[in-house]
């Protein structure tokens, strides 16, 4: 899918978001999600999204949900090193298929490094079990402020 065209309401954020699939969730507010990746990059993976807009990449987001998910992206990162105690953050978004975007809701991505652990390729990583994303959500949810 290119940078431009229609949001489509069945990609796979918008059922997690509907409760239509199964997610290991960390946090959220009536904005915001902050959820477990499933083919983690690494250990605690986390993905932002916006609850409410129709964006599907940074080019289309509206400044004030924008607003919003850089908070709860800031909020959630920190939440991550107090309970993950990384070395290292990286945090990612892609735009369109050739900026290696795969699902057309806007998100960010919060993987924790460590300099002696290989970072998964995205889109290349194993799927992880629902029980061990669910022990590091509730992790980095116990450090949230
Ligand atoms: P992107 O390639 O930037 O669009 O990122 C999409 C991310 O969603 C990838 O890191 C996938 O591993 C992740 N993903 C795909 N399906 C699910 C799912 N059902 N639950 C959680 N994460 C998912």
Known sequence: MSLHGAY?????????????????RVWEDDHVLAFMDVFPQSEGHVLIIAKQSKA?????VEPEVLARMTAALQRTAKAVEK???PEGLAVMQFNGDAGGQTVFHLHFHIVPRWADREMKG??????????TLRALADRIAAELD
Request: charged fraction near 25%; charge should be negative.
């Open 8 to 24: 489509d309401p069945n990609n796979i954020f918008a059922k997690i978001l509907r409760d239509e699939i199964p997610s290991v």
């Open 83 to 85: 309970a993950l105690r």
């Open 56 to 60: 599907r990449n940074l080019l289309e």
């Open 122 to 131: 995205h889109g290349h990583a194993p799927m992880a079990d629902a029980a």
